[in-house]
């Protein structure tokens, strides 16, 4: 028999991930072409050439011993040191290796400074939409977490709903910028406001309140926008990084999390996160996958195959009458469901082979996501079945 929390996720397991299944298997019975799946965030574009190329260079120079051992728990020194670099160049900050521990993806970032915070009964608020993942994760500790509810609007932060979710047990805040599902980016003026608040709060409540800004998106933003780097507005502050979308390499799982010296008993937290790798099962971060990035931080993500697919699919849409804001980032559009109820829509759209995600999923029900990280060609194609999906639902 199976524990009670698995229990629970069994019976309830991602919808995001079966519909993924169920694409593929859509795929196999009407053909590739005809099936229009915006459900998984999984890149279409290749990584960077740059990406091959160094591994091969490090398969043919490298001791193959180092290049596939074990390492410290927190990674390999030398490529944590030219990520701290890489970020003090871009952000004016002042990291060093110390501040860097290499993670198995954003995923296992999270799940380690998790590990390192909570209490079981602690509460960490997350702003609605947010990625579906956070509820398990925090769960994983026994952490609590702490819906704010969304502004649809605009889908910024409502920030006195923030203030009054704070509480003396909340532990730590998740912010996503650019966001995954709704495509907007938190500006400065934002991020301020949230540190505000929180050193109030922690003040008030003599307690230590963490922002973990999970950051898988930072370079995927078409505006011109800047994304504020977190560390420089509030100490209490550990930065979760992500190579899956901006090098697209989701199956590698490599990212890293930062701790600003800055932080409440740093070293104690840096150990503990680092000690959370360990003890979580993934040990280290995939050594080959380190010691790429650290060659390819200079890389960019093809940010025009995303903006491309964007125009095309917002245009449209809007055209045909959907309401929808215009993402500056990510790879995510985030669609008023024309009828109260999205599931029943996502399961009319299924009948056009569109595949796209319950907003519910993303504590924001009447809403659906579109991930539109899929060729230029599944864009245009799946046009016609929107349309009339929208003559059906009278926009
Ligand atoms: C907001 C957000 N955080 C974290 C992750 C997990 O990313 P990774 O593949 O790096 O573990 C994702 C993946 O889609 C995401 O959208």
Redesign the pocket.
């Known amino acids: 028999m199976i524990s009670k929390k698995m229990e629970g996720l069994v019976n309830n397991n991602s919808v995001i991930r079966r519909m993924f299944e169920e694409g593929k298997k859509m795929a196999e019975e009407f053909g590739a072409d005809k099936v229009y799946d915006f459900s998984l ?1 999984n890149p279409n574009v290749p990584a960077p050439k740059k990406v091959a190329e160094t591994i091969e260079a490090l398969l043919a120079k490298e001791e193959p011993t180092v290049l596939h051992g074990y390492m410290s728990n927190a990674g390999f020194p030398e490529v944590r040191e030219k990520i701290a670099d890489s970020l003090n160049k871009r952000f004016g900050t002042g990291f060093t290796a110390d501040n860097i521990m290499m993670t198995v ?4 970032g ?1 799940n380690c400074a998790l590990k390192a915070l909570l209490n079981p009964g602690d509460e960490v608020a997350a702003f609605a939409p947010y ?1 579906v ?1 956070y509820r398990n994760y925090v769960a994983n500790y026994d952490g609590v977490l702490v819906e704010v509810a969304p502004d649809t609007e605009t889908f910024q932060p409502d920030l006195e709903a923030f203030e009054a979710a704070v509480t003396p047990r909340t532990r730590a805040v998740i912010i ?1 910028n650019p966001n ?1 599902p709704s495509g907007v980016i938190y500006p400065e003026e934002t991020i301020k406001d949230i540190a505000e608040i929180l050193e109030r709060k922690q003040k008030e409540y003599g307690s230590e309140i963490f922002i973990i800004s ?1 950051e ?2 930072r370079e995927l933003v078409y505006t011109g926008a800047e994304v504020p780097y977190i560390t420089k507005y509030y100490a209490n502050t550990i930065v979760g990084y ?1 190579f ?2 901006t090098l697209s390499l ?1 199956g590698e ?1 490599i ?1 890293y999390l930062v701790i600003p010296s800055e932080a409440a008993d740093y070293e104690q937290l840096f150990q503990a996160v680092t000690i959370a790798n360990r003890v979580l099962g993934f040990v280290n971060a995939p050594s080959l996958m380190q010691k790429v990035v650290a060659e390819c931080l200079d890389e960019k993500a093809d940010i025009g195959f995303y903006a491309k697919n964007r125009d095309v699919l917002y245009d449209a849409l809007k055209e045909y009458g959907y309401s929808c804001i215009r993402p500056e980032g990510a790879f995510y559009m985030f669609i008023k469901s024309p009828v109260p109820d999205e599931k029943e829509f996502t399961e009319e759209a299924k009948k056009e082979h569109i595949l796209l995600v319950p907003g519910s999923s993303f504590a924001c029900p009447g809403y659906v996501r579109l991930s539109y990280c899929v060729s230029y060609g599944t864009c245009v194609n799946s046009l016609p079945g929107f349309k009339r999906l929208a003559e059906k639902y009278g926009l």
């Open positions: 965030g993806g954003a995923a296992g999270l990625f993942e996503n995954n999970d898988p998106y992500s899956s979308k989701p799982r990212g």
